[in-house]
């Protein structure tokens, strides 16, 4: 920039490097400074929207998404991103529309895989005996979270497929409205194929569009032998509360959404509770190391799959985790789930509120600075003390 002042996308990759770095005010200040040299730009429109979002600053985020979709009106990241600003603050009709600007970006699309199939896209009209493709996308959480919308699915078609992530098979294999699961990647091979296709966050859509709602909690359950194997490990007369601090390191806001197990410290010197580690692999490490006092009973290493996890919650009192998949197994399930979320949390979560519409048995506890998860546990553990007299009086 000292060999020439003028130039913008340099000023633009400095605001990136900023908000990496977590100094988001000189990011915002580096974006702008970017925008001025080149006001038409959507590209940078979009990082000041990505810098302002991550800032907490909603509206701020969604016009600078807007201001670059009306420089270019086919922008798929722009729409895609302005879809989630819209999610987050409740807006859901048009945010599920935007939302399918997702296939056409090219960062998203490669998470979606699946594409180039030879299968017509369903668009939520009755097929009567035909058979439905629902095509899997995202995370294992993303999965769980929208199989509520299967029903409708099977309302509206003889048979019903799922293209099942690893994992999730014995979990899914009880789910009555779908007929059969075929592994994720799709592949087309064998016998019957399908008449139609639909990707499973596309269904919040069709299902404003048709008027419907999503099936009720809970919508999933472990076979009962699952159950009863976990009752044998998981029992007395204490509180039992599972735990989860870590999700996956390659999601791109991880850094942000997990916490350390040290930070359960100061819940586990509550008196009677049995703390149960649900931690799978990355993270796990932690408990060699965890603070003194804290006793803590690891099943993660015994969790072949999520039906394991299953059966372990459905024997559980209450689910503490930060935002991973566990927690939406939990309220899937219908089991009493904690969400401990960063100060700008994913869009599913939306903002300012305790409650959910996606899972009625779960709290959220929200950062009230950026990386502060001390108020969260402060605020978790007055909470658990007043469950806890509540437990006891029962």
Known sequence: MTLNPDFAEAFNNLGDAYKEQGRLEEA?????????????????????????????????????????????????????????????????????QEYEWRFKSPEIAVDIGSKDLDIPLWDGSDLGDKTVLILSEQGIGDAIQFARYIPMVKERCARVVFECPEGLERLFEGFGDIDCLTPKPYKKEGGHFPDARIYLLSLPRISIEA???????????????????????????????????????????????????????????????????????HGKEQIRDMPDGMNIIDLGGELAD???????????????SVDTAVVHLAGALGKPVWTLL???????????????????????????????WQSVFDQVADRLETCLKHFRDE
Request: proline share 4%.
């Open 28 to 96: 915002v200040e580096q974006c702008n400074r970017a925008l001025i040299l080149k006001p038409d730009s959507e590209e940078l429109h979009l990082n000041l929207g990505n810098v302002l979002l991550a800032q907490g600053d909603v509206k701020g985020a969604l016009s600078a998404y807007q201001r670059a979709i009306t420089l270019n009106s086919d922008y798929a990241d722009a729409h895609y991103n302005k879809s989630l600003v819209l999610l987050l603050t409740g807006e859901f009709e048009e945010g599920w």
């Open 211 to 281: 008027g419907s709602s999503p099936a009720g909690v809970p919508y999933l359950k472990a076979s009962d032998d699952n159950v009863n194997r976990w009752k044998l490990i998981i029992s007395g007369h204490r509180m039992k509360i599972g735990i989860v601090w870590a999700g996956n390191p390659a999601h791109g806001n991880d850094r942000n959404r997990s916490c350390r197990l040290s930070d359960f410290a100061r819940l586990s010197r509550l008196s009677g509770i049995d703390w149960y580690s649900l931690q799978k692999d």
């Open 306 to 320: 999520f039906h394991d996890t299953a059966g372990v919650i459905t024997n559980l009192d209450l689910v503490i």
């Open 342 to 372: 960063p100060f700008v949390p994913d869009w599913r979560w939306m903002l300012d509120q305790e409650d959910t519409p996606w899972y009625p048995t779960m709290t959220l506890f929200r950062q009230t600075e950026k990386g502060d």
